[in-house]
């Protein structure tokens, strides 16, 4: 079983940075950050296999970076240059099993954290 708590969200203008962290305990493999706008679906913005080998939306490519410090077992996504565009219900995922995400941002994930609401004014 896999447990995932994500924090630092908030607000912040746009033009502004924010740092997401996602703590997790047990195995967590393959991980991935995903967002979810109001009243619409799911969109995976960044993966991150073991070896730290990453992979991200081009929405979002060049400005959010992800990370993971396997020691701490967590996971973090730095978001830079955020618009209004980007606020969301910001999710860790975690898959459990393999560490390799291979690429694809529609693969599924055994585990989910409840998710921080990240909000950017214009």
């Known amino acids: 079983q896999v447990r995932l708590v994500e924090s630092g969200g908030g607000s912040v203008q746009a033009g502004g940075s924010l740092r997401l962290s996602c703590a997790a305990s047990g195995y967590t493999g393959c991980m991935g950050w995903y967002r979810q706008f109001q009243g619409k679906e799911r969109e995976g913005i960044a993966l991150?296999?073991?070896?730290?080998?990453?992979t991200y939306a081009d929405s979002v490519k060049g400005r959010f970076t992800a990370s993971r410090d396997n020691a701490k077992n967590t996971l973090y996504l730095q978001m830079t240059s955020l618009e209004p565009e980007d606020t969301a219900m910001y999710h860790c995922?975690?898959?459990?099993?393999?560490?390799?995400?291979?690429?694809?941002?529609?693969?599924?994930?055994?585990?989910w954290g409840q998710g921080t609401q990240v909000t950017v004014s214009s």
């Open positions: 991150i296999s073991s070896d730290l080998s990453t």
């Open positions: 995922a975690a898959d459990g099993t393999f560490w390799r995400c291979s690429g694809d941002l529609t693969r599924s994930f055994n585990y």
